[in-house]
């Protein structure tokens, strides 16, 4: 209250040269509504410039539109008349703010001044007379107006609707209590870019925002987003407020060093994004980058206005609206001569048609100008198209209309007068936002639903569009090739890129890794090498090889692994079969040469080998040779009980082998388990092979000479006299003399002798030996 109070008399008598009357829109009404508009855009070194802004000029007719179709509806506010105080925001915020006073200065009448009184007694009251209090204010555009705007006329509690402001700090209703909008706030744009992003595959982007809260605030919820999904901004350019070309060129050559960087994303305001582009054309960059842009850009035609060439296959946001019926025509049939309401048509008119009206014509001059002709007209002939924020303006229009209508239901009831009851013209303006214009819900002439959230926020519904060049065409246009709605929708099908590509191109710092390959961080997070795994590890993360472990392996695509099949000697594998066979052959060999040695037991050099020991030795080899299918055979208890007796004779020999062993199966009993090869391990069948060759060489290094006497020269199986005998001596001894022995021969006659012969001191030689044994004698000695 001591505020409004200190204001109110500082607003009854204004500083001088406050241009409280520059220009307004004024129209008379029981209820005024307020309106900014940046009808101008702002000026290089003038508060505000002299170029008109064509899209503040329709939102401005829209709202006027608006308010002509509620004054013409009985159904709505029935016996009140709705008026405007439009005033021009020139795209600064400052300015603005200046302007913002003309409304707190109207509704002043909302003021209790029962406790105010003037030196002459009288009740206070405004400067200037308005028709009627300012309820509530239709605007700005621009974010940074609607900042500054919000927080004066939220200190005398007027509601404001925007229809074009979308900065995620708006939506605090601790700063702006009283704020609304017919849009949604940045933070839902936001995300459709990132999405947009990640839809063509890009993972390296630079970005280029606008100083103020609308570039500010979006970019940075579109960082944040940005890095939690893995894509990394290569630079982060912001424009200055007043950036010249030098600071543009600039942009562009810091944009042109992130040479991998092709993408770039722009969240800046329209004025801005056209001068990027006029900045890339100068440095011949026009085919350099691939541009995406929010709705600062969104489908502006007069933003690419001579810079098709740069802007094409540029991928822009823009707010879901579509047309208001009737407003088309409405444009269509306004002219210089028939809108005396809007004092700035007439400039809108000269700088859309590229002419002059008449009655500007200086009447002295030396210069020939293209006076306008009377039979203009507006028409999509001369490039004129329904802007995309009027379905919004003309929303927040209704949206007033609605709420005073259900506040005047309430508090006017039984007002029998025509315009508005006292009740209702000292309503507070904060109770009436809360109470009723948050609470206003409602379908628009273009048959969209209009509401507002806790906060105050529109729906965010978005048109993603494509600037493309027209197919046999020598012209462009904007395509809409999705929509978003919490989700992307995009075909991908239909995006077109500069050159008249069709396929996305790459904005990667470093392409993707193969599979089974990892990520070694080099520098920006999205630039790495790519690093391969090990062939027994998996891709544990895309930084991190990890082993899969034993009994697993990865599966090919490296991204898990699985449980190896158990493995077991197979009796179909030639790994089995070799050994196998050559088993097979070693006991057949050895079976062969048990059965010569028992034919052929009593035989001298059978005897002489020892028979017990043969026996025994070919026992052993024989079992080695079947020790190789207990080694090939799928592992059992009993398997690996035979394995460990694999060689039982050496059991027998040795007890103190037994008896380890016995404590050995104690400790630890046999059993099957699963056994997991390691990359340098030993085969099984190497070891089948080893054991059969050991067994091959004792067979054949021991008996291979005995089976050659035996089966192929048995006459020389038989025992030869040797210096050293016992019946050599014998002989040597005395007179020639005969002993009988045995035949070596299984089944000869024990009654053979050998005769012998004496012989002198010297040993005897093979030919007196056998001259001696062919002799005939009468004595004969078996030799044994």
């Given at each position: 209250?001591?505020?409004?109070?200190?204001?109110?008399?500082?607003?009854?008598?204004?500083?001088?040269?406050?241009?409280?009357?520059?220009?307004?829109?004024?129209v008379?009404?029981?209820?005024?509504?307020?309106?900014?508009?940046?009808?101008?855009?702002?000026?290089?070194?003038?508060?505000?410039?002299?170029?008109?802004?064509?899209?503040?000029?329709?939102?401005?007719?829209?709202?006027?539109f608006?308010?002509?179709?509620?004054?013409?509806?009985?159904?709505?506010?029935?016996?009140?008349?709705?008026?405007?105080?439009?005033?021009?925001?020139?795209?600064?915020?400052?300015?603005?703010?200046?302007?913002?006073?003309?409304?707190?200065?109207?509704?002043v009448?909302n003021?209790?001044?029962?406790?105010?009184?003037?030196?002459?007694?009288?009740?206070?009251?405004?400067?200037?007379?308005?028709?009627?209090?300012?309820?509530?204010?239709?605007?700005?555009?621009?974010?940074?107006?609607?900042l500054?705007?919000?927080?004066?006329?939220?200190?005398?509690?007027?509601?404001?609707?925007?229809?074009?402001?979308?900065?995620?700090?708006l939506?605090?209703?601790?700063?702006f209590?009283?704020?609304?909008?017919?849009?949604?706030?940045?933070t839902?744009?936001?995300?459709?870019l990132?999405?947009?992003?990640?839809?063509?595959?890009?993972?390296?982007?630079?970005?280029?925002?606008?100083?103020?809260?609308?570039?500010?605030?979006?970019?940075?919820?579109?960082?944040?987003?940005?890095?939690?999904?893995?894509?990394?901004?290569?630079?982060?350019?912001?424009?200055?407020?007043?950036?010249?070309?030098?600071?543009?060129?600039?942009?562009?050559?810091?944009?042109?060093?992130?040479?991998?960087?092709?993408?770039?994303?722009?969240?800046?305001?329209?004025?801005?994004?056209?001068?990027?582009?006029?900045?890339?054309?100068?440095?011949?960059?026009?085919?350099?980058?691939?541009?995406?842009?929010?709705?600062?850009?969104?489908?502006?035609?007069?933003?690419?206005?001579?810079?098709?060439?740069?802007?094409?296959?540029?991928?822009?946001?823009?707010?879901?609206?579509?047309?208001?019926?009737?407003?088309?025509?409405?444009m269509?049939?306004?002219?210089?001569?028939?809108?005396?309401?809007?004092?700035?048509?007439?400039?809108?008119?000269?700088?859309?048609?590229?002419?002059?009206?008449?009655?500007?014509?200086?009447?002295?001059?030396?210069?020939?100008?293209?006076?306008?002709?009377?039979?203009?007209?507006?028409?999509?002939?001369?490039?004129?198209?329904?802007?995309?924020?009027v379905?919004?303006?003309?929303?927040?229009?209704?949206?007033?209309?609605?709420?005073?209508?259900?506040?005047?239901?309430?508090?006017?009831?039984?007002?029998?007068?025509?315009?508005?009851?006292?009740?209702?013209?000292?309503?507070?303006?904060?109770?009436?936002?809360?109470?009723?214009?948050?609470?206003?819900?409602?379908?628009?002439?273009?048959?969209?639903?209009?509401?507002?959230?806790?906060?105050?926020?529109?729906?965010?519904?978005?048109?993603?569009?494509?600037?493309?060049?027209?197919i046999?065409?020598?012209?462009?246009?904007?395509?809409?090739?999705?929509?978003?709605?919490?989700?992307?929708?995009?075909?991908?099908?239909?995006?077109?890129w500069?050159?008249?590509?069709?396929?996305?191109?790459?904005?990667?710092?470093?392409?993707?890794?193969?599979?089974?390959?990892?990520?070694?961080?080099?520098?920006?997070t999205?630039?790495?090498?790519?690093?391969?795994?090990?062939?027994?590890?998996?891709?544990f993360?895309?930084?991190?090889?990890?082993?899969?472990g034993?009994?697993?392996?990865?599966?090919?695509?490296?991204?898990?692994?699985?449980?190896?099949?158990?493995?077991?000697?197979?009796?179909?594998?030639?790994?089995?079969?070799?050994?196998?066979?050559?088993?097979?052959?070693?006991?057949?060999?050895?079976?062969?040469?048990?059965?010569?040695?028992?034919?052929?037991?009593?035989?001298?050099?059978?005897?002489?080998?020892?028979?017990?020991?043969?026996?025994?030795?070919?026992?052993?080899?024989?079992?080695?040779?079947?020790?190789?299918?207990?080694?090939?055979?799928?592992?059992?208890t009993?398997?690996?009980?035979?394995?460990?007796?694999?060689?039982?004779?050496?059991?027998?020999?040795?007890?103190?082998?037994?008896?380890?062993?016995?404590?050995?199966?104690?400790?630890?009993?046999?059993?099957?388990?699963?056994?997991?090869?390691?990359?340098?391990?030993?085969?099984?069948?190497?070891?089948?092979?080893?054991?059969?060759?050991?067994?091959?060489?004792?067979?054949?290094?021991?008996?291979?000479?005995?089976?050659?006497?035996?089966?192929?020269?048995?006459?020389?199986?038989?025992?030869?006299?040797?210096?050293?005998?016992?019946?050599?001596?014998?002989?040597?001894?005395?007179?020639t003399?005969?002993y009988?022995a045995?035949?070596?021969?299984?089944?000869?006659?024990?009654?053979?002798?050998?005769?012998?012969q004496?012989?002198?001191?010297?040993?005897?030689?093979?030919?007196?030996?056998?001259?001696?044994?062919?002799?005939?004698?009468?004595?004969?000695v078996?030799?044994?």
């Amino acid at each position: 209250m001591i505020v409004q109070q200190l204001l109110f008399s500082l607003l009854l008598y204004p500083a001088g040269g406050t241009p409280l009357d520059l220009g307004p829109v004024s129209v008379p009404g029981d209820i005024i509504l307020g309106g900014l508009f940046p009808v101008h855009k702002k000026g290089d070194r003038t508060t505000c410039g002299q170029q008109i802004y064509h899209r503040g000029v329709q939102r401005l007719e829209a709202m006027m539109f608006a308010i002509d179709r509620i004054n013409s509806n009985p159904h709505i506010l029935p016996n009140i008349t709705l008026g405007v105080h439009i005033l021009d925001t020139c795209s600064r915020d400052t300015y603005a703010l200046n302007q913002s006073l003309q409304f707190v200065r109207a509704s002043v009448n909302n003021i209790d001044t029962s406790s105010l009184e003037c030196v002459d007694h009288s009740i206070p009251r405004p400067r200037n007379n308005y028709s009627g209090p300012v309820f509530g204010v239709v605007g700005g555009s621009y974010s940074s107006v609607s900042l500054q705007v919000a927080n004066l006329l939220g200190l005398f509690h007027i509601p404001q609707i925007s229809p074009a402001s979308t900065a995620k700090a708006l939506s605090d209703k601790s700063r702006f209590e009283y704020f609304a909008r017919t849009v949604p706030p940045d933070t839902f744009q936001s995300s459709a870019l990132v999405d947009i992003v990640k839809s063509v595959n890009w993972s390296y982007v630079s970005t280029v925002y606008s100083e103020g809260s609308y570039g500010e605030y979006g970019i940075e919820v579109f960082h944040r987003e940005a890095q939690e999904r893995n894509v990394c901004i290569a630079t982060a350019e912001k424009v200055p407020s007043t950036a010249d070309d030098h600071a543009f060129d600039s942009i562009i050559i810091k944009l042109k060093k992130k040479t991998n960087a092709k993408g770039v994303v722009l969240f800046t305001r329209a004025e801005d994004a056209r001068r990027i582009l006029q900045a890339a054309k100068r440095l011949n960059a026009s085919h350099t980058f691939y541009w995406v842009a929010s709705d600062g850009w969104g489908k502006q035609q007069k933003l690419v206005e001579g810079l098709e060439d740069v802007a094409e296959g540029a991928i822009t946001v823009e707010l879901q609206s579509d047309n208001i019926p009737g407003f088309d025509e409405y444009m269509m049939s306004l002219t210089p001569d028939t809108n005396h309401r809007n004092p700035w048509f007439e400039q809108y008119w000269e700088d859309t048609f590229d002419c002059i009206l008449e009655k500007n014509v200086p009447l002295e001059t030396y210069t020939n100008f293209n006076v306008c002709k009377p039979e203009l007209r507006l028409s999509p002939k001369i490039g004129y198209e329904q802007e995309s924020k009027v379905q919004f303006v003309v929303d927040a229009v209704y949206a007033f209309a609605l709420a005073l209508h259900n506040l005047y239901s309430d508090v006017c009831k039984n007002y029998r007068k025509s315009g508005v009851c006292p009740a209702m013209t000292q309503y507070d303006g904060g109770d009436f936002y809360k109470k009723y214009l948050l609470n206003v819900s409602f379908t628009d002439l273009a048959g969209s639903p209009v509401k507002f959230d806790h906060r105050g926020d529109g729906l965010a519904r978005y048109d993603i569009l494509n600037y493309q060049r027209l197919i046999n065409a020598s012209g462009y246009h904007y395509r809409v090739v999705g929509k978003w709605f919490n989700s992307l929708e995009l075909n991908l099908d239909h995006l077109v890129w500069n050159n008249n590509q069709t396929v996305p191109p790459t904005s990667a710092c470093s392409l993707p890794c193969d599979p089974g390959m990892i990520k070694k961080q080099q520098g920006d997070t999205c630039c790495w090498i790519c690093d391969k795994c090990e062939e027994y590890e998996y891709v544990f993360n895309e930084f991190t090889c990890k082993d899969c472990g034993p009994g697993y392996w990865p599966y090919e695509d490296k991204l898990s692994c699985y449980a190896l099949e158990l493995q077991y000697m197979r009796w179909d594998s030639p790994y089995a079969l070799v050994p196998a066979a050559f088993s097979c052959l070693g006991i057949l060999v050895t079976l062969m040469i048990i059965a010569l040695f028992v034919k052929h037991n009593d035989t001298p050099l059978v005897r002489a080998s020892g028979r017990e020991l043969s026996y025994m030795l070919l026992f052993g080899i024989l079992l080695c040779y079947l020790n190789t299918f207990a080694l090939l055979a799928r592992p059992t208890t009993e398997t690996c009980i035979t394995q460990r007796f694999g060689v039982i004779i050496t059991c027998t020999l040795i007890a103190v082998q037994i008896l380890l062993t016995l404590v050995w199966m104690i400790v630890e009993p046999p059993g099957t388990r699963f056994h997991y090869p390691h990359r340098n391990q030993t085969q099984i069948t190497t070891l089948c092979v080893a054991t059969s060759m050991n067994a091959t060489v004792a067979l054949v290094c021991l008996y291979s000479p005995k089976v050659y006497i035996i089966v192929l020269h048995p006459d020389k199986n038989v025992r030869k006299l040797t210096m050293n005998s016992a019946a050599y001596k014998k002989y040597n001894s005395g007179p020639t003399s005969t002993y009988t022995a045995s035949s070596t021969h299984k089944g000869g006659d024990p009654s053979e002798t050998i005769p012998m012969q004496s012989v002198g001191p010297n040993t005897p030689s093979r030919s007196s030996c056998a001259a001696a044994a062919a002799e005939p004698a009468s004595d004969s000695v078996a030799l044994l």
